[in-house]
């Protein structure tokens, strides 16, 4: 097993460059003006097809030889990494399988298809995702990409703290959000390189700290399925790759409230006009909860996604 590098990253950039979208980095004077800090928002909710996810998919699809290009690749997913492969494996002329349960909300499965994916559905109550998912990579040689714990979407979804930096120059801290730890390992390798005395923050739902745990235990915790409305983060588990990135390169994990979400998506949508989905909030909460202990201090906080399911979004922010 190979752990991912900083030249990795480095490489996905050259990859995903003119398919990705190269993100802006918003600011708020309000914000700063609470905090005392300089804080750069980077807005992968702008990012294609809605958040960072796109950036793995598309490096670890750009990264297969020739014959697996021609099998095709396959995820399980009913997320945002279902649909940043349908829509990566269509941009590169590749055929995608995305296993769903068959009771994911409509618009998902509606969008994993307009996205180009083929869409196999199971029962989730009677059915194994994985069992499923081995059998049918085992009998079209299809390549399995999983969500986060893959040197090249680790790789990739480092691309978005590389822009960040190349943008706004070094900082003193980076606060990114964490459920199985693709996006904060593969920030923190673009950190170590790019601007070494920041300390990167991992933040987590109070209800789901598995990677809490396991930073501070020193081994990887696993925990049963956390209640959050952070979907994005209801991961139970860190990776075999993700884990010993973030040991030795995170400063600390940190947890937030679903309240404190709420709060951070209520500041994006009244001062900032942006949507951001509770997963994508993560990092800005833990910010927002420091208070003045970032005083003077350049802070980075990506912001991963912006996919809300609308009356929920509604329901949330409306008190
Ligand atoms: C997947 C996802 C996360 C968590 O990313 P990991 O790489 O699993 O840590 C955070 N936010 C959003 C919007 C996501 O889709």
Known sequence: ?????????????????GAAHRTPVLTSRTADAASGAQLFFKCENFQRMGAFKFR????????????????????FSSGNHAQAIALSARLQGVH???????????????????????????????????????????ERGMVLIPPYDHPEVIAGQGTAALELFEDVGALD????CVGGGGLISGCALATAELSPGCAVYGVEPEAG??????????AIVTISVPRTIADGAQTTHLGQYTFPIIREHVRDILTVSDAQLV???KFFAQR????????????AAAV???GRELEGKRVGVVLSGGNVDLAGYAALIAN
């Not at 801290?173 to 990114?176: F, G, M, R, T």
């Open 209 to 218: 700290n598995d990677a809490q745990q396991s930073l501070r235990s020193g």
């Open 1 to 17: 097993m190979r752990l991912p590098t900083y030249g990795d990253v480095a490489r996905a950039a050259e990859r995903v460059h």
């Open 272 to 283: 900032m006009k942006i949507v951001v989905e509770p997963t994508g909030c993560l990092g």
């Open 96 to 138: 995608a399988v995305i296993v769903m349960p068959e009771d994911a909300p409509a618009a998902k499965l509606a969008a994993t298809r307009g996205y180009g994916g083929e869409v196999i559905t199971y029962n989730r109550f009677q059915e194994d995702r994985e069992v499923i998912s081995a059998r049918i990579a085992h």
């Open 173 to 176: 801290a980076l606060y990114v």
């Open 263 to 265: 709060e951070a998506m």
């Open 56 to 75: 793995g998919a598309y490096n670890a699809i750009a990264a297969l030889d020739e014959a697996q290009r021609r099998a095709g690749v396959l995820a």
């Open 288 to 290: 927002f909860a420091a």
